[in-house]
T-cell receptor, first 112, second 114 residues
Framework: KNQVEQSPQSLIILEGKNCTLQ??????????LRWYKQDTGRGPVSLTI?????NTKSNGRYTATLDADTKQSSLHITASQLSDSASYIC???????????FGPGTRLSVLP | DARVTQTPRHKVTEMGQEVTMRCQPI?????VFWYRQTMMQGLELLAY????????DSGMPKDRFSAEMPDATLATLKIQPSEPRDSAVYFC????????????FGPGTRLTVL
């Protein structure tokens, strides 16, 4: 069964600190993996999209990594800001197309 | 700036009533998605269209849900009759043809069925 798991479920950090969110998947055959940021009450916003041939991709202070062999991805946030407080959702596409499997998300709270 | 718009933003209705949600995708995007988000289930893909043709609606309860694209600027999701378990936030998203393109989400319609 195609599944996406994320850890931790929630995380609290102080402003300025770094953090790493994890995503493990069993989706096959793998097409691409996306990380989204979702602020409370808003729609998700795309952070990164990676195919199987990409190991890392950055978007400002966000850096995503992908290990297609172990079927793991991480999202690293550098020098966190209060505005980083949000849910971060990992989404894996099972084939070339739009068959998406969503993770449950990690709720990040950045405190001053 | 280009963005996906959805109406209404909030809808409260009684069980058994018909609900219609509307979405205007970004101009030039030919793929439109409907998602549902609840606390229990998270985000789920209900259906998607490419060039106005339905490609996959396997995530949608067909007995009460229907999705259409009357034209390239309008997508609709209809629930008839609505049930309390349909209470959720419904998102529309759009992107261009290729699967590696970024999807742009609308602000969502928060539906409450009493």
């Amino acid at each position: 069964k195609n599944q996406v798991e994320q850890s931790p479920q929630s995380l609290i950090i102080l402003e300025g600190k770094n953090c790493t969110l994890q995503c493990n998947y069993t989706v096959s055959p793998f097409s691409n993996l996306r990380w989204y940021k979702q602020d409370t009450g808003r729609g998700p916003v795309s952070l990164t999209i990676m195919t199987f041939s990409e190991n890392t991709k950055s978007n400002g202070r966000y850096t995503a990594t992908l290990d297609a062999d172990t079927k793991q991805s991480s999202l690293h946030i550098t020098a966190s800001q209060l505005s980083d407080s949000a849910s971060y959702i990992c989404v894996v596409s099972a084939r070339r197309g739009q068959n998406f499997v969503f993770g449950p998300g990690t709720r990040l709270s950045v405190l001053p | 700036d280009a963005r996906v718009t959805q109406t209404p933003r909030h809808k409260v209705t009684e069980m058994g009533q018909e609900v219609t949600m509307r979405c205007q995708p970004i101009l030039g995007h030919n793929t439109v998605f409907w998602y549902r988000q609840t606390m229990m289930q998270g985000l789920e893909l209900l259906a998607y269209f490419r060039n106005r043709a339905p490609l996959d609606d396997s995530g949608m309860p067909k007995d009460r849900f229907s999705a259409e694209m009357p034209d390239a600027t309008l997508a609709t999701l209809k629930i008839q009759p609505s049930e309390p378990r349909d209470s959720a936030v419904y998102f529309c998203a759009s992107d261009q043809r290729y699967s590696y393109n970024e999807q742009f989400f609308g602000p969502g319609t928060r539906l409450t069925v009493l």
